[in-house]
């Protein structure tokens, strides 16, 4: 069965403090994607990385990176010097390959970023 | 380029009535998807469609159901309304399977 974790419920942080969010996720498939979506105070979920399981490069997005590593079934999410805007609900999800659609959302975690 | 939306923004029933969520998907974006983020439960798959047919559905009750229409835009039905189903209702849209999907700013229901 396919799962994933996000064993930090909230997370509060100093603005310019590095933070990592961490996903741990269970699957059987091969062929698999993994997601970052960030839920802002507004509530619309905002798409922030794709990464499929043949692609182990980690990526640099200005103050986000991503570390995928397959052999501990894990993707986190790192913020660099992290702003007031950053805070937020972040989501991890998983999608298995062959036509399922749906995404398998963590239960995420609140990152607070106070000034 | 408009993003998904999703109407209305807010809605208000009370038990044992219908209520009807409308999404129309990104310009180009033939997949649509359903979820319910309800406190506590997290965000949970309801239904997914793609060019008209339903694809795929979560491990939802039969009065959840929706349908695609030829301009890709869907509706999701909620029937005999329960106090459990108020929650945030996300519509999201993709241009197919494993794409990203991009949501809308959600349908929140409320049942009295």
Known sequence: AQKVTQAQTEISVVEKEDVTLDCVYETRD??????????????????LIRRNSFDEQNEISGRYSWNFQKSTSSFNFTITASQVVDSAVYFCA???????????????TKLSVKP | EAGVTQSPTHLIKTRGQQATLRCSPISGHTSVYWYQQALGLGLQFLLWYD??????????????????????????????????????????????????????????????
């Open chain 1, 30 to 47: 091969t062929t698999y994607y993994l997601f970052w979506y960030k839920q802002p105070p507004s509530g619309e979920l905002v798409f």
């Open chain 1, 94 to 108: 998983l999608s298995e390959g062959g036509s399922q659609g749906n995404l398998i959302f963590g239960k995420g």
């Open chain 2, 51 to 112: 060019e008209g047919e339903e694809r795929n559905r979560g491990n939802f009750p039969p009065r959840f159901s929706g349908r695609q229409f030829p301009n890709y835009s869907s509706e999701l039905n909620v029937n005999a309304l329960e106090l459990e189903d108020s929650a945030l209702y996300l519509c999201a849209s993709s241009l197919g399977e494993d794409q990203p999907q991009h949501f809308g700013d959600g349908t929140r229901l409320s049942i009295l």
